[in-house]
């Protein structure tokens, strides 16, 4: 029986603190909450400033020459001179040819080294050394 009994005193206490968390979030976010400003009946501070509780429309406002720029159209971007594009297009083609260069200078390289080329090379050598070696063995001695 007092097992029962506690079970509904901490669910009350848990939805008392759950309903005080929103009421406080409710009260300091969403409606603005404590300006940190002392204010008196009238809504001005001690300054003589207007304080708004919610925070809405303070601040400093923008001029009317403010606000007109904010929706003034930005010049058109104009073209550039002949004379300019001709050079832009020297210098792209000044690159694409210089790495197109490349790319044919590294094939040309790879294209010489064929591995066909350097085995044939290579069997060759083998094939000299043994016939200096031959040469080079006594003929009757049976060491070797």
Same mark, same amino acid.
């Given at each position: 029986?007092? &097992?029962?009994?506690?079970? !509904?005193?901490?669910?009350?206490?848990?939805?008392? @603190?759950?309903?005080?968390?929103?009421?406080?979030?409710?009260? @300091?976010?969403? @409606?603005?909450?404590?300006?940190?400003?002392?204010?008196?009946?009238?809504?001005?501070?001690?300054?003589?400033?207007?304080?708004? %509780?919610?925070?809405?429309?303070?601040?400093?406002? !923008?001029?009317?020459?403010? &606000?007109?720029?904010?929706?003034?159209?930005? !010049? #058109?971007?104009?073209?550039?001179?002949?004379?300019?594009?001709? @050079?832009?297009?020297?210098?792209?083609?000044?690159?694409?040819?210089?790495?197109?260069?490349?790319?044919?200078?590294?094939? &040309?390289?790879?294209?010489?080294?064929?591995?066909?080329?350097?085995?044939?090379?290579?069997?060759?050598?083998?094939?000299?050394?043994?016939?200096?070696? #031959?040469?080079?063995? !006594? %003929?009757?001695?049976?060491?070797?």
């Amino acid at each position: 029986a007092e &097992y029962m009994g506690i079970i !509904p005193a901490v669910k009350s206490d848990m939805f008392s @603190k759950l309903k005080n968390v929103w009421k406080e979030f409710d009260d @300091k976010i969403l @409606k603005g909450g404590d300006t940190g400003q002392t204010t008196n009946a009238n809504g001005m501070n001690f300054k003589g400033q207007r304080v708004d %509780p919610r925070r809405f429309g303070s601040g400093v406002h !923008p001029t009317r020459e403010q &606000y007109e720029q904010a929706f003034r159209l930005d !010049p #058109e971007i104009r073209m550039q001179s002949r004379k300019l594009r001709m @050079k832009n297009w020297g210098y792209l083609a000044l690159f694409t040819g210089w790495y197109a260069g490349v790319i044919l200078f590294i094939m &040309y390289r790879l294209r010489s080294d064929d591995l066909e080329t350097m085995e044939k090379d290579a069997m060759q050598r083998i094939k000299i050394q043994k016939a200096v070696k #031959e040469s080079m063995r !006594p %003929p009757n001695d049976s060491r070797y």
